[in-house]
Every structure is written in C-alpha cells, then in structure tokens.
C-alpha cells in the first residue's frame, strides 16, 4: 500500500470532502479529506491504481490537486 497526502483546491464545504472521499473509495482508495485544511491524504495498492487515476477521479469530482 502506497501513501500520498494532497493539497486540493475547490472545496466548499465539509460536504465537499464527504463526497471525495466517496468517490475515491468508490475506486479502491482508501481517504481522507479535511475541508479546514484543504487537504487529501490517500491509501492505495499500486498494482490496483495508479497516482494519475486518483488525479483523475479528484478532478471528475470537480477539485483540483495542487502540485
């Protein structure tokens, strides 16, 4: 299992971060997300899922990750 933690951008209520973490547990991963922080922090299996799609899943779900 891999661990990332995240800066996400376009939250706008603890609500926010309740549906992300859905949609990323939706897919296998395991999550996080704090609304006052701003933050994502992620667990995942690597041969399941690779970075790029938890990327994608974040932006499909209307968020941005910031690098």
């Known amino acids: 299992m891999v661990k990332k933690n995240y800066k996400i951008k376009g939250m706008d209520c603890a609500s926010?971060?309740?549906?992300?973490e859905l949609d990323l547990e939706d897919a296998g991963v395991?999550?996080?997300c704090s609304y006052p922080k701003e933050t994502l922090?992620?667990?995942?299996?690597p041969?399941?899922?690779?970075?790029?799609r938890i990327k994608e899943i974040v932006e499909q779900s209307g968020y941005n990750i910031i690098a």
């Open 16 to 20: 926010c971060a309740q549906l992300l």
């Open 41 to 45: 922090e992620v667990e995942f299996d």
């Open 47 to 52: 041969q399941k899922l690779d970075e790029l």
């Open 30 to 32: 395991k999550a996080a």
